[in-house]
Every structure is written in structure tokens, then in C-alpha cells.
């Protein structure tokens, strides 16, 4: 069996026409963007999101790296609420109607990519910093099995991950935004709404800002 090619931080390049690089925030307000976000699934699958075609193939190879880059979408603007279920690899059925009221923190993410294993402390110390106001995080492995719940011990990691081998859950995300990128981290609103994007690996200063505002109700 191939093995597929991993990119690391290096290969990182800008993925979409939204995204710049470094803390770059922009507003998608133009009837241009909103008219490609609002496309229906499949569409955006052909289009614009190479990640989301390669989960709609399911073959599994040659996930592409973010460079870092941050996008918020402005309240007026949000998509409607995310609804997505999974299972984490305990067992647990998890359903996003169950998250009405809370802020939501989803990763994608895989074992062997460089990126991941990089963010992954930083992921967890915000999740302690903000689970005692009510911040549920998510990881949603896109590749492994054996190997995610590896690496969760391995990195300490006690939020739960959610299996999407298949790219079930990857391609349903993008009728709210494209992930376009692993890893990817989506922060979700009290409404369930996407609030923010990062592609690729993470700052924990700048997530950590973005979590604190979707708290804050912004």
C-alpha cells in the first residue's frame, strides 16, 4: 500500500484567496465570499476545497498544511448552527445538538503530521484553561485508529477526539466553512455558529483571543 506523503510547516502555503499569512484577520463581508461559502456541499467539494474533495474520494493521502492563517467571520455573517455527530473512540456518540449555550473548539487533526504533534500541548492547556467556563473541545482525527489514541497518550491529551477516517464529518463542515487544511481548528459560537478559522498550526495566544471573545459573546 502507498504511504502517503506528509507536508510539513516548510510546504506551508496560503490555501484560499481569504487567508494571509501570519495573524492576518479578515472579515468575509464581500457578496463574492459569501456566495462560495453558502454553496451547497457538493459544490464546494468541486470548486474550492481540495481537503473536502480528498475526503469526498476517501483515499486518505496527501492532507495539506495550513500556514497559521486567521479568519473571523463577523456575527451577522455566521453560517447557521453546525450540526455534525461522531463518535469519540471510547465509544461515546457525540451530537452538536447537545452543545446549544456553549463555545466549541473542534481541531482536525492526524498523528504523524508535524503541525499537530506541535500544537497539540498548547491545545490541551487551553482546554484546561477555559473547561471551568464551559469550553468543550474536540478533536476530529481525519487518518488514524490505533495510532490517535497513541498519540493522545503520549501528549497528554484529555479532551476527547472524535474518529473521521472516512472524512464524514470533514465534508459536512464544509457547508459552514472549508477546513482546507490539516490541522485545521474551528471555533464555534454559543449559537453553534463558525466564529473563526485557523489553517494550519495553531498560536495559542491568538486561539486563546478567539475563545475568549466567542465567551464573551463576540
Known amino acids: 500500500m502507498h504511504k502517503p506523503s506528509l507536508p510539513t510547516p516548510s510546504d506551508a502555503a496560503p490555501l484560499a484567496p481569504e487567508t494571509m499569512p501570519g495573524f492576518s484577520r479578515r472579515r468575509l463581508l464581500s457578496s463574492a465570499l459569501l456566495g462560495v461559502l453558502a454553496a451547497p456541499v457538493l459544490a464546494g467539494c468541486a470548486s474550492g ?8 474520494a476517501g483515499d486518505n493521502k496527501n492532507y495539506i498544511a495550513g500556514d497559521g492563517s486567521v479568519t473571523e467571520y463577523a456575527a451577522a455573517e455566521r453560517k447557521p448552527p453546525v450540526a455534525v455527530t461522531g463518535e469519540q473512540y471510547d465509544g461515546t456518540v457525540v451530537n452538536s445538538g447537545d452543545w446549544a449555550g456553549k463555545v466549541i473548539v473542534l481541531n ?4 504523524a503530521g ?3 504533534r506541535l500544537e497539540a500541548p498548547r491545545l490541551e492547556a487551553l482546554w484546561n484553561e477555559f473547561k471551568p467556563q464551559n469550553v468543550l473541545f474536540y478533536g476530529l482525527n481525519v487518518r ?24 464524514g464529518i470533514l465534508l459536512a463542515m464544509t457547508q459552514y466553512v472549508p477546513p482546507q487544511a490539516v490541522p485545521s481548528t474551528l471555533v464555534l459560537d454559543k449559537q453553534g455558529r463558525v466564529a473563526a478559522r485557523i489553517l494550519g498550526l495553531a498560536d495559542q495566544s491568538i486561539l486563546k483571543s478567539l475563545i475568549t471573545g466567542a465567551v464573551a459573546g463576540g
Open 49 to 56: 476545497d481540495p481537503l473536502a474533495q480528498q475526503a469526498k
Open 108 to 111: 482536525f487533526w492526524y498523528a
Open 114 to 116: 508535524a503541525p499537530c
Open 144 to 167: 488514524d485508529e490505533e495510532a490517535a489514541v497513541a498519540f493522545e497518550r503520549t501528549f497528554g491529551i484529555t479532551y476527547p477526539s472524535m474518529q473521521d477516517k472516512n472524512g
